[in-house]
């Protein structure tokens, strides 16, 4: 059992959260500069020439006595490739107001998988709460036009790339719950990198046949050199570090914090208002994740079952 919350873990943790919120923000900013697809592939290929000189050595002599290979092959599917590759893409259609409240949603995706995955069991309240923070997501995707009569086809592709996105990094968190091997934070992420970067190949492809950018621009290589270094060299490392620290559920819930740091960014750099219903749809998200994440008393939780 864990006792209280090291001040090195705070400030890992606010770190780790400002440099994914510039994320946002940049992959926003560059939209026209490159195509999703190619730019998440650089900056894991810019990750792993930083890595591989310090940590190949050291894998080749682990992986064929790893355990649990299946649960890292998943994470880098999940969380190296296509988390990273849809965030970039859905900010081509929706604001980086609208897509980084969906970040709220990562606890009710990890609820929904932690069942499949791990087993653990989902009960009637917390079924609620997802119930609830689904509201705010369409209200979000629909811009407001969530009323009766209204149809969920005028849901924002932009917003739907986003919310899969949240929906990916769910199951990577998961799947780092449920790592029993023993890579090191640096080793983990360039296997991480290594796997996603496979998995983008036929999106790279795709993207260079249709003739998208693939020419970078200055505004274009910085961003990519910012995600790469800023945003999934220092930051996965915090997060992975925080997980190990926190547990996935209880470090999920930290990443609430990013849709306020993300929107006032938003607002500086991008000239991106809020709008009313930005606001109500994460309410209702908040309120959600907060009846699917609230402890009942063990007599009720007993009646509930």
Known sequence: MRHGFPALAWLVLLATLLLWSGNWIVARAVRDDIAPGIATAGRLVVVLLILLPFTYSGMKGKFGKLQGKTVLLAAGFFGGGLHLAFQWLGLHYTTATSATLYLSTAPIF??????????????????????????????????????PGASLASFNVGDALALASMAFWGAYTVFLRMRRDDLDTPEFLALLCAMGLITLLPWVGFEIMQGMRTNLSVNGTIAVLYSAIGSLLLAGAGWTYVVKRLGAARAGVTMHLMPAITVMLAVLFLDELPRWYHGAGIALILAGVALSSWRAHPLQQANER
Request: overall charge positive; hydrophobic content about 55%; charged content about 10%.
């Open 110 to 147: 990890i609820l929904l998988l932690a069942r499949p995955l791990l087993g653990e069991r989902i009960g009637a309240r917390q079924w609620a709460g997802v119930a609830v923070s689904f509201c705010g997501v369409a209200l979000i995707g629909t811009q407001g036009q969530l009323f």
